[in-house]
Every structure is written in structure tokens, then in C-alpha cells.
Nanobody, 124 residues
Framework: QVQLAESGGGLVQAGGSLRLSCAVSGRTISDRAMGWFRQSPGKEREFVAGISGAGGITRYRESVKGRFTISRDNAKKMVYLHLNSLNSEDTAVYYC?????????????????WGQGTQVTVSS
């Protein structure tokens, strides 16, 4: 059984930083792209960042480019999301997900496994 567990969320002031972590158990992840999504109340879940299976390719939504960085450690089966220069629009529950293949999709339906999420709240 594949399980994902996110951690690292919390309350941070605008302009601050956080590092989110995602631990995967139950399968190897080196053959799959990984993604981070977020969802705020009343909004659809949206793609934030993704990383290819080997880690050589990354992809970001436009509003987080230059502020967020995704990385992975396949040996540890961990995926990270570094969040910098946070603003109130980044407030959401952040989810880690395992893609169905090696390339980075942005659609929610292209991800096979999901974590429970971690809350990020940015105060202004």
C-alpha cells in the first residue's frame, strides 16, 4: 500500500519561508514524477510544482516561479518543496502526489497517490 505523509506546514508571516517534506512508503518513487498541489477553501486543487522521476526536470505554476523550489531524494523516498517570499495568496493545504508516469503532468487526475496534506497559513 502506497502512503504519502506531508509535514512542515505552519503559520508564517508574509515574506517568510517554509520547507515542506513528503515521505513516501510502499513503493519506489524513482520511476515516477512527483508533484505538489494546493487547495484553499472554495477553490479547486491546483498544481504548484512537479519534478521528473530522476529529478532533472522541474515545472512550476507561474505564480510561484522564482519563489518555490521542488527537489527529491529517491534513495530516501522524500520530496521537498521550499517556499520563499510567501504571501497571503499562498495560504492553502498543500498536498504531495505520485504521478502515473515519469513526466510531469499538471492535472489532478494524472496523479495516482496522494497524501493527506499540510496546512500553510501566511499572515499579512
Amino acid at each position: 500500500q502506497v502512503q504519502l505523509a506531508e509535514s512542515g506546514g505552519g503559520l508564517v508571516q508574509a515574506g517568510g519561508s517554509l520547507r515542506l517534506s513528503c515521505a513516501v512508503s510502499g513503493r519506489t518513487i524513482s520511476d515516477r514524477a512527483m508533484g505538489w498541489f494546493r487547495q484553499s477553501p472554495g477553490k479547486e486543487r491546483e498544481f504548484v510544482a512537479g519534478i521528473s522521476g530522476a529529478g532533472g526536470i522541474t515545472r512550476y505554476r507561474e505564480s510561484v516561479k522564482g519563489r518555490f523550489t521542488i527537489s527529491r531524494d529517491n534513495a530516501k523516498k522524500m520530496v521537498y518543496l521550499h517556499l520563499n517570499s510567501l504571501n497571503s495568496e499562498d495560504t492553502a493545504v498543500y498536498y504531495c502526489a505520485v504521478a502515473s508516469g515519469m513526466f510531469i503532468p499538471v492535472a489532478v487526475g494524472s496523479y495516482a497517490y496522494w497524501g493527506q496534506g499540510t496546512q500553510v497559513t501566511v499572515s499579512s
